[in-house]
């Protein structure tokens, strides 16, 4: 599976969009780009995946790039409860080990 | 559906000792899987079943591990001889994988924390 680079940290004022970029430059065609997230003392939480297309759903928007080297999550507008640490994994979905590959993730820090 | 059911969620255990973890998965899962985690790191995937068959393990699953999961149900993961390195968070996750569907994500535990003093 293709590896993922995020930044360690970021923040975002509540309310505001928080915008969390991920690269995955070595991607190949039938790897997907999944996002999880993990509260603290929480298992990680299912958010959003995609292959080529952009995706939105309930809880973010996921922003694929056209070449698909990276991607960005986007929380529209962020609350407290969105402090987490953000997960972006790229897995080839063989049916035989669809399992996930998990880096160090991005502490997002939402604030007052 | 209660989600994933993981017990228990802490457990503190003298080096040298076993110990036995449950993981109960959503009922119509069909796929189970176990993670550890330690401080600072993300889930590092140990082992899967597909029903009661498991069919992956990681390197990392040493012969001091061993994962069962009867009936296709629930699964247990046992440790024996613990050691402090085997200190951690351990994640049982299940998914619902039909015709090789990517759509169905996996849904995580909240996880035992195991403390080897």
């Known amino acids: 599976d293709a590896k993922t680079t995020q930044p360690t940290s970021m923040d975002c004022a509540e309310g505001r969009a928080a915008n969390l970029p991920c690269n995955h430059s070595?991607?190949?065609?039938?790897?997907?780009v999944y996002w999880y997230r993990q509260i603290h003392s929480q298992g990680p939480q299912y958010i959003i995946h995609?292959?080529?297309n952009n995706e939105t759903n309930e809880m973010a928007s996921l922003i694929i790039t056209e070449d698909r080297k990276s991607s960005t999550l986007i929380l529209p507008h962020a609350t407290l409860r969105d402090t987490a640490v953000y997960y972006c994994?790229?897995?080839?979905?063989?049916?035989?080990?669809?399992?996930?590959?998990f880096g160090t993730g991005t502490r997002l820090q939402v604030t007052l | 559906d209660t989600g994933v059911s993981q017990d228990p969620r802490h457990k503190i255990t003298k080096r040298g000792q076993n110990v036995t973890f449950r993981c109960d998965p959503i009922?119509?899962?069909?796929?189970l899987y176990w993670y550890r985690q330690t401080l600072g790191q993300g889930p590092e995937f140990l082992t899967y079943?597909?029903?009661?068959?498991?069919?992956?393990k990681s390197r990392l699953l040493s012969d001091r591990f061993s994962a069962e999961r009867p009936k296709g149900s629930f699964s247990t993961l046992e440790i024996q001889r613990t050691e402090q390195g085997d200190s951690a968070m351990y994640l049982c996750?299940?998914?619902?994988?039909?015709?090789?569907?990517?759509?169905?994500?996996?849904?995580f535990g909240s996880g035992t924390r195991l403390t080897v003093v």
């Open positions: 995609g292959l080529k």
């Open positions: 079943f597909q029903n009661e068959a498991q069919l992956e």
């Open positions: 996750a299940s998914s619902l994988d039909r015709d090789y569907n990517p759509n169905y994500g996996y849904t």
């Open positions: 009922s119509e899962h069909n796929r």
């Open positions: 070595t991607i190949s065609g039938n790897e997907y």
């Open positions: 994994i790229v897995s080839r979905f063989t049916g035989t080990a669809s399992k996930l590959t």
